[in-house]
């Protein structure tokens, strides 16, 4: 039997943010309702970065992903972060597919974003806020795009050149270059910084704004003023996981945002358990750590589009 | 950066058996003096059978391996237990190597049993018996042999089949199709069978005998007598996981072994910590469930080995 292997650009040249989207959806239904299994992700500490392990599955498809966090990378020319992911057969345990699991990380975790602003953000929301320019916020306004009649993205990062990029890659997409305080004043406001310390304050934060909270994955990282977190309904994907690393692990830690303030997690809003926005004031904040569901769910996507193309590179990895 | 793609055809041509012995005795090391990493194994169950999560470092060396037991995997023609193995740079995290994880795991486990034999058996050991003749016991075999001048290799098995076919592998090899009882007449015995219960008997087992008890990975698994561990010196690869899942766990379970009694795992006993055999009477058993370290060190001599070589399959699999 043979194996699928894809490569990051086959990956990239597979995927598809919409189906995505409904993969992912529909893979937190799946994770409350019973039917998916995540063990806690696996952590390897080196001593220039981590990996991490995160075995999933969903009903008819599992997987691992096995991705590092090397923060030195971009001086080597390397990326921060990389992933693989190998696919598996539940029925027989068999890898039908090895494929890069970079791209899917990024897709999956816009998907995961906008997912949360459907249920919390303003119905009539059409302004996105991006406070970081790096490779997550093409994925981020990819996926809102899908979900909202965006009119404008206003973009806040150090480097111009890094924004001008994002520009040329939406070319009909209205974005500006802005402050962070100016990306701010938007419906949603995505930050996606490596962030260890706020970087958006609480008085930029008007009522009615929802914000999704990518940047802190691994403890110690925060982007929002903890006053953000006391005034929101906060709702997060994983509960052990934002509190041990996500954007509340440092207010939790320094007695400033109690986990029992967490409203509830993305599962429970999208089933209808704890009901998203309930009105046009409220401030929301979903604080996202990537959970390995949402790769099981891309990572099916993937796989099932390179067989039904079959003109993908297979090896007899094992028999 | 390219990531070496290795079957497992190319994986079995690379691999060397003394190397893999000598590589597996170190990483016990390592691991006792604070230099390997392996957090616990993550199982994931399927209607039809599991997957495991391995990951594990050695310094210079880490790597994922991500294998499943399918026990009705023979009937469709698959093996029971396939794996993949994803190995990384340490420094940068970039995926170094995917290759095939079935024959490094065979190799590994035939390892560290005979590593096992070299500090427990007695060192005039000359008769191996097997018990079981499927795919571990080439292994267990050809590890054995590297370390101990054998003269006789006694073997059951219900198919006959099975032991022409390891006879017909290994021809200059004196191999003996026996009973179970009379295999257990030899100074090294390997069980290596999916036992759900005892197929060694206590009264067959004379004092001097090492046992290496492979065959137990899973609860409920079993294939001694526990009247045999009461009377023998216990040594295991990992405690947590022997008494979950290994040799002694049924007794244990059942209150006829006593984690207590566990005299020490296979790193004191290599490092010296504890005395291996200290006498030539005394019957020794080694309860092996397999260590994720002893696949990264595996893994790091087929990526060595294939990198040198030069001459496979490589593909821009991240970026």
Chains 1, 2 share one sequence.
């Not at 809102?144 to 001008?164: I, M, N, Q, R």
């Not at 207010?251 to 945002?257: D, E, I, N, T, Y």
């Not at 990572?299 to 590179?313: P, Q, S, T, V, W």
Request: aromatic share 6%; charged share 25%; hydrophobic share 45%.
């Amino acid at each position: 039997m043979p194996t699928l292997i894809l490569t990051r650009a086959e990956v990239k040249n597979l995927i598809d943010m919409p189906e995505v989207i409904r993969a992912v959806e529909q893979a937190f239904r799946d994770w409350i309702e019973g039917r998916a299994q995540m063990p806690p992700k696996s952590y390897l500490q080196m001593e220039k970065g981590d990996f991490r392990a995160m075995p999933a599955s969903l009903p008819g498809a599992v997987c691992i992903k096995w991705v590092n966090v090397h923060t030195g990378n971009p001086l080597l020319g390397l990326a921060t972060v990389m992933g693989v992911i190998i696919y598996s057969d539940p029925e027989t345990g068999y890898p039908l597919a090895v494929m890069d699991g970079s791209e899917i990380t990024a897709y999956r975790t816009g998907a995961a974003a906008a997912i949360a602003s459907k249920y919390l953000a303003r119905k009539d929301s059409k302004v996105l806020g991006l406070v970081g320019a790096g490779r997550q916020a093409y994925t981020q306004l990819m996926a809102h795009a899908v979900l909202f009649p965006l009119t404008e993205v206003k973009v806040a990062d150090p480097l111009e050149a890094s924004v001008k990029k994002l520009m040329a890659a939406f070319p009909t997409m209205k974005i500006k270059y802005v402050s962070v305080e100016e990306a701010c004043k938007a419906d949603i406001i995505c930050t996606i910084t490596p962030a260890r310390g706020p970087v958006v304050k609480a008085e930029w934060i008007k009522g009615g704004t929802h914000i999704n909270a990518i940047g802190a994955d691994a403890k110690g990282k925060e982007e929002l003023e903890p006053a953000i977190l006391n005034r929101a309904r906060v709702v997060v994907d994983d509960i052990r996981q934002a509190v041990s690393g996500g954007e509340i692990n440092v207010p939790v830690a320094r007695g400033l945002f109690n986990p029992k303030d967490i409203y509830g997690d993305l599962s429970e809003v999208i089933t209808g358990r704890k009901p998203g926005r309930t009105d046009n004031k409220m401030i929301t904040v979903f604080d996202s750590t990537g959970v390995a569901i949402e790769d099981v769910a891309t990572a099916r996507i993937i796989h099932d589009r390179a067989k039904a193309d079959g003109k993908y590179l297979s090896v007899k990895l094992v028999d």
